[in-house]
Protein backbone atom coordinates (compact mmCIF):
# COMPACT_ATOMS: atom_id res chain seq x y z
CA UNK A 1 0.00 0.00 0.00
CA UNK A 2 1.36 3.33 -0.76
CA UNK A 3 1.34 5.50 2.12
CA UNK A 4 2.68 9.28 3.28
CA UNK A 5 3.01 10.15 6.83
CA UNK A 6 3.95 13.69 7.83
CA UNK A 7 5.62 14.09 11.42
CA UNK A 8 7.37 16.71 13.00
CA UNK A 9 4.86 19.21 13.76
CA UNK A 10 3.99 21.50 16.99
CA UNK A 11 3.86 24.56 18.43
CA UNK A 12 6.62 27.00 18.01
CA UNK A 13 7.69 30.59 18.64
CA UNK A 14 7.68 33.33 15.68
CA UNK A 15 10.89 33.06 14.74
CA UNK A 16 11.88 29.60 15.70
CA UNK A 17 12.80 27.00 13.26
CA UNK A 18 10.57 23.35 12.76
CA UNK A 19 11.42 20.27 10.55
CA UNK A 20 8.87 17.87 8.91
CA UNK A 21 9.41 14.60 7.79
CA UNK A 22 7.56 12.84 5.56
CA UNK A 23 7.91 9.18 5.17
CA UNK A 24 7.25 6.88 2.27
CA UNK A 25 6.17 3.02 1.82
CA UNK A 26 5.24 1.33 -0.95
CA UNK A 27 6.53 2.59 -4.14
CA UNK A 28 9.59 3.70 -5.13
CA UNK A 29 10.69 6.94 -4.11
CA UNK A 30 13.67 7.99 -5.60
CA UNK A 31 11.51 7.97 -8.76
CA UNK A 32 9.04 10.32 -8.34
CA UNK A 33 9.08 14.37 -7.53
CA UNK A 34 7.74 15.04 -4.06
CA UNK A 35 5.18 18.38 -3.34
CA UNK A 36 4.69 20.10 0.05
CA UNK A 37 1.01 21.85 0.68
CA UNK A 38 -0.52 23.45 3.23
CA UNK A 39 -3.83 24.41 4.38
CA UNK A 40 -4.54 27.60 7.15
CA UNK A 41 -7.33 26.77 9.47
CA UNK A 42 -10.33 27.43 7.34
CA UNK A 43 -9.13 28.16 4.60
CA UNK A 44 -8.31 26.57 1.05
CA UNK A 45 -5.16 24.66 -0.11
CA UNK A 46 -1.74 26.34 -0.68
CA UNK A 47 1.18 24.93 -2.62
CA UNK A 48 4.11 25.58 -0.82
CA UNK A 49 6.92 24.18 -3.09
CA UNK A 50 8.19 20.57 -4.90
CA UNK A 51 11.59 19.33 -5.24
CA UNK A 52 12.05 17.09 -8.27
CA UNK A 53 13.89 12.85 -8.30
CA UNK A 54 17.33 12.76 -9.05
CA UNK A 55 17.54 12.34 -12.58
CA UNK A 56 16.03 15.41 -12.89
CA UNK A 57 18.60 17.28 -10.94
CA UNK A 58 16.86 17.17 -7.27
CA UNK A 59 15.87 20.47 -7.93
CA UNK A 60 13.51 22.76 -6.00
CA UNK A 61 11.00 25.19 -6.38
CA UNK A 62 8.73 27.74 -3.57
CA UNK A 63 6.43 29.61 -3.48
CA UNK A 64 7.20 33.42 -2.81
CA UNK A 65 5.27 33.04 0.45
CA UNK A 66 8.16 30.67 2.17
CA UNK A 67 10.94 30.99 -0.51
CA UNK A 68 14.43 31.90 1.81
CA UNK A 69 12.51 30.59 4.27
CA UNK A 70 11.95 26.78 3.70
CA UNK A 71 14.08 24.43 2.21
CA UNK A 72 12.75 20.86 0.94
CA UNK A 73 15.27 17.77 0.89
CA UNK A 74 15.31 14.20 0.64
CA UNK A 75 16.80 11.15 1.49
CA UNK A 76 16.05 8.28 -1.22
CA UNK A 77 17.95 5.79 0.77
CA UNK A 78 15.19 6.20 3.52
CA UNK A 79 12.29 6.99 1.45
CA UNK A 80 11.76 10.29 3.11
CA UNK A 81 11.43 13.86 2.15
CA UNK A 82 12.01 16.85 4.41
CA UNK A 83 11.04 20.24 5.27
CA UNK A 84 13.12 22.79 7.09
CA UNK A 85 11.34 25.77 7.42
CA UNK A 86 12.88 28.59 9.55
CA UNK A 87 12.16 32.03 10.54
CA UNK A 88 8.52 31.02 11.07
CA UNK A 89 5.67 33.54 11.27
CA UNK A 90 2.31 32.97 13.05
CA UNK A 91 0.80 33.23 8.90
CA UNK A 92 2.50 29.66 9.08
CA UNK A 93 0.11 28.18 11.27
CA UNK A 94 -1.72 25.51 8.95
CA UNK A 95 -2.15 21.80 8.59
CA UNK A 96 1.13 20.85 6.24
CA UNK A 97 0.63 17.93 3.55
CA UNK A 98 2.95 16.24 1.94
CA UNK A 99 2.32 14.95 -1.81
CA UNK A 100 3.48 12.57 -4.67
CA UNK A 101 3.70 13.86 -8.00
CA UNK A 102 2.28 10.88 -10.30
CA UNK A 103 4.36 11.48 -13.03
CA UNK A 104 8.35 12.11 -13.74
CA UNK A 105 9.62 14.19 -14.79
CA UNK A 106 7.53 17.41 -13.67
CA UNK A 107 5.27 18.71 -14.38
CA UNK A 108 2.29 16.52 -12.94
CA UNK A 109 -0.81 16.01 -10.63
CA UNK A 110 -0.45 14.98 -7.05
CA UNK A 111 -1.86 11.75 -6.59
CA UNK A 112 -1.28 10.52 -3.04
CA UNK A 113 -1.16 12.68 -0.24
CA UNK A 114 -0.31 12.20 3.48
CA UNK A 115 -2.96 12.87 6.34
CA UNK A 116 -0.83 16.14 7.31
CA UNK A 117 0.91 17.10 10.57
CA UNK A 118 0.00 20.83 12.21
CA UNK A 119 2.17 23.77 12.58
CA UNK A 120 1.11 26.27 15.18
CA UNK A 121 3.29 29.10 15.27
CA UNK A 122 2.37 31.09 18.44
CA UNK A 123 3.96 33.50 21.40
CA UNK B 1 2.13 33.56 -11.12
CA UNK B 2 -0.76 31.70 -12.65
CA UNK B 3 -3.90 33.01 -11.22
CA UNK B 4 -6.92 30.05 -10.69
CA UNK B 5 -10.02 31.44 -9.85
CA UNK B 6 -12.95 29.35 -9.01
CA UNK B 7 -16.68 29.30 -9.23
CA UNK B 8 -18.69 29.47 -7.59
CA UNK B 9 -17.45 29.38 -4.32
CA UNK B 10 -20.26 27.16 -3.30
CA UNK B 11 -23.01 25.52 -4.74
CA UNK B 12 -25.95 23.73 -3.12
CA UNK B 13 -27.83 21.23 -5.59
CA UNK B 14 -30.66 18.30 -4.92
CA UNK B 15 -29.74 14.97 -4.85
CA UNK B 16 -29.82 13.17 -8.49
CA UNK B 17 -29.46 16.63 -10.10
CA UNK B 18 -26.29 18.15 -11.93
CA UNK B 19 -23.54 19.62 -10.19
CA UNK B 20 -20.93 22.28 -12.09
CA UNK B 21 -17.93 23.99 -10.80
CA UNK B 22 -15.71 26.18 -13.18
CA UNK B 23 -11.94 27.20 -12.83
CA UNK B 24 -10.32 29.60 -14.85
CA UNK B 25 -6.80 30.10 -15.32
CA UNK B 26 -4.96 34.00 -15.69
CA UNK B 27 -3.54 32.58 -18.36
CA UNK B 28 -3.33 29.77 -20.70
CA UNK B 29 -2.02 25.99 -19.28
CA UNK B 30 -2.43 24.38 -22.72
CA UNK B 31 1.10 23.05 -23.08
CA UNK B 32 2.81 23.45 -26.68
CA UNK B 33 4.72 20.20 -26.64
CA UNK B 34 2.01 17.39 -25.60
CA UNK B 35 -1.08 19.05 -26.18
CA UNK B 36 -2.38 18.56 -23.12
CA UNK B 37 -3.74 21.00 -20.69
CA UNK B 38 -2.26 21.25 -17.32
CA UNK B 39 -4.61 20.89 -14.72
CA UNK B 40 -6.17 18.92 -11.80
CA UNK B 41 -9.14 17.80 -9.86
CA UNK B 42 -9.19 17.18 -6.30
CA UNK B 43 -12.37 16.45 -3.60
CA UNK B 44 -11.08 17.12 0.16
CA UNK B 45 -14.09 15.68 2.75
CA UNK B 46 -13.88 17.33 6.41
CA UNK B 47 -10.62 16.45 8.07
CA UNK B 48 -9.21 14.64 5.20
CA UNK B 49 -6.59 15.17 2.38
CA UNK B 50 -7.50 16.32 -0.78
CA UNK B 51 -8.09 13.30 -3.27
CA UNK B 52 -7.12 13.58 -6.97
CA UNK B 53 -10.06 13.03 -9.30
CA UNK B 54 -8.73 14.34 -12.47
CA UNK B 55 -5.20 15.14 -14.21
CA UNK B 56 -4.84 16.83 -17.63
CA UNK B 57 -7.92 17.98 -17.00
CA UNK B 58 -9.94 15.26 -18.27
CA UNK B 59 -8.55 12.50 -17.43
CA UNK B 60 -9.95 10.39 -14.77
CA UNK B 61 -8.35 8.51 -11.98
CA UNK B 62 -9.19 5.09 -11.46
CA UNK B 63 -11.97 4.16 -9.03
CA UNK B 64 -13.59 7.55 -9.72
CA UNK B 65 -17.13 7.36 -10.60
CA UNK B 66 -18.09 8.21 -14.01
CA UNK B 67 -20.83 10.67 -12.69
CA UNK B 68 -17.75 12.57 -12.23
CA UNK B 69 -16.34 14.73 -15.87
CA UNK B 70 -13.50 17.17 -16.61
CA UNK B 71 -13.29 19.27 -19.59
CA UNK B 72 -12.14 22.69 -21.15
CA UNK B 73 -9.01 23.95 -22.44
CA UNK B 74 -6.80 26.94 -22.69
CA UNK B 75 -8.14 29.25 -20.07
CA UNK B 76 -11.62 27.70 -19.01
CA UNK B 77 -12.20 24.19 -17.44
CA UNK B 78 -15.45 22.12 -15.57
CA UNK B 79 -15.71 19.38 -13.24
CA UNK B 80 -19.62 18.17 -13.94
CA UNK B 81 -21.18 15.49 -11.55
CA UNK B 82 -24.14 14.36 -13.28
CA UNK B 83 -26.37 13.07 -10.69
CA UNK B 84 -25.62 14.29 -6.92
CA UNK B 85 -25.03 11.41 -4.50
CA UNK B 86 -24.67 12.52 -0.87
CA UNK B 87 -21.11 11.27 -0.80
CA UNK B 88 -20.29 13.87 -3.33
CA UNK B 89 -20.69 16.35 -0.66
CA UNK B 90 -17.03 18.23 -0.18
CA UNK B 91 -14.88 21.01 -1.32
CA UNK B 92 -13.28 20.81 -4.68
CA UNK B 93 -10.04 22.68 -5.80
CA UNK B 94 -8.50 22.62 -8.85
CA UNK B 95 -4.87 23.22 -9.46
CA UNK B 96 -2.46 24.14 -12.42
CA UNK B 97 0.44 22.34 -12.99
CA UNK B 98 1.51 24.28 -15.82
CA UNK B 99 4.48 26.31 -13.73
CA UNK B 100 5.43 26.74 -10.77
CA UNK B 101 4.00 27.84 -8.33
CA UNK B 102 1.53 24.99 -9.05
CA UNK B 103 -1.46 27.48 -7.53
CA UNK B 104 -5.08 26.15 -6.54
CA UNK B 105 -8.21 27.58 -6.76
CA UNK B 106 -9.64 28.89 -3.80
CA UNK B 107 -11.82 25.87 -3.92
CA UNK B 108 -15.93 25.15 -4.27
CA UNK B 109 -17.77 24.04 -1.48
CA UNK B 110 -20.73 21.84 -2.70
CA UNK B 111 -23.58 20.73 -0.47
CA UNK B 112 -27.04 19.41 -1.26
CA UNK B 113 -29.93 21.81 -1.13
Known amino acids: EVQLVESGGGLVQPGRSLRLSCTTS????????MAWVRQAPGKGLEWIGV??????????EYAASVKGRFTISRDDSKSIAYLQMNSLKTEDTALYYC??????????????WGQGTVVTVSS | DIVMTQSPDSLAVSLGERATINCKSS????????????LAWYQQNPGQPPKLLFFWASTRVAGVPDRFSGSGSGTDFTLTISSLQAEDVAVYYCQQYYTTPNTFGQGTKLEIK
Open chain 1, 99 to 112: ARIRGAPLPDASDV
Open chain 1, 51 to 60: ITNKASGGTT
Open chain 1, 26 to 33: GFTFAYYA
Open chain 2, 27 to 38: QSILYSSNNKNH
